[in-house]
Each structure stands twice: as structure tokens, then as C-alpha cells.
């Protein structure tokens, strides 16, 4: 028998059911990558003071993503027809919907949210390409920490994608109703 495998017989070996065997380690591994227990330690306050580093380090995320997200809808303005700018814009809008938040701009990403849902259920309405302006610019300033989740106008705009997101969820429920009724 090779050494590696007398080795792993002196272990202590628990039968886990026909056909399989687990080994357990002589020293408990908890015991070694358990956090060091420390008086007064607050985990929640701990985590937070990470997430601020984190936040500060990868705040030029933030800078890179204004700046796509200003080119991409110049673009776009230029050419509204176009469906790969369109997509393209979208990503910058979904990405920052879901990464603006881990690096503490919460605001442009409860922004960004109802307008991707927006560009998503209205697409080719007039209704989205009328508010690309506002919502890019309230969005760039969010990233920038100028917009509180707490302002009125902030509220205002949310309040309006979501008016504007239910209008188009009706209008696809009744343009399917009528497709599949063979009018209209």
C-alpha cells in the first residue's frame, strides 16, 4: 500500500451508505478558519466598513460607467433607429441596475431599474425615447452622489417610469388580446 493511502486509513473513517466512505480530519477544520472571536466585534459594522473600502476602490467603476452610459445615449440620440445602439444602452442600464447599488449608489440603481424594465416592455414606443433624456441625466448624476434616494424630484421620476411601465405592460396585454383574437 502507498503511504498516501495508510495515511488516509489512520484517519478516521465514517461510512457514508453502499459505496461510499467520508474521511474525517484528525483536527477539526472549523477550528482553524473560524474568525478569531474578539471583544465587542460587531460583524454588521465590520461588513460595512469593507463595503465602504470596496466602494472607494472601485469608485472609478462608478466614472466609467457614466461616461459609457453618456456616450451610448449620444449615440443613440443620433441614430434612434438603430437596434444595436439601443441594446447597447440597455446593457449599460442593466449593468448599472445591478452594480451601482454593490458600490454604494444605491439612487442610480433604483433609477436604472424601472428604466431598464422600461426599455425591455416599450420597446419602439414613443413614451421611452421621450424620457432617455431625464432619466441619462438624473442616472449620471446618481452615480456621481449628487441625487438622494430621499429627493422629491428623485421620487418623482421613479414614481413616472413605473406610471410608464404599467402603461406598456397594458398596451402588450391588449395588442395579445387582439392578436390572438385575429383583429385589430
Sequence with gaps: MSEAVEKVLDAKVS???PGYVY???RVKLSAKTRPIRKRDFDPIAAAEVQMKRVSAQYSY???EQESALRKAHRAFKKNPKDPVLYETLKAIIHEIKGNAPLLGSS??????CPMATAMERCTGNRIVHATFDLV???ICSALRG???ENDHAFVDLIATLDEMNAKCASN???SGAKARSGSG
Design 172 to 174: 402588450d396585454l391588449q
Design 107 to 112: 439612487a442610480a440603481g433604483a433609477l436604472a
Design 61 to 63: 467603476w462608478l466614472e
Design 15 to 17: 461510512p457514508g451508505g
Design 136 to 138: 441619462v441625466t438624473a
Design 23 to 25: 474521511v474525517l480530519p
Design 146 to 148: 449628487k441625487i438622494s
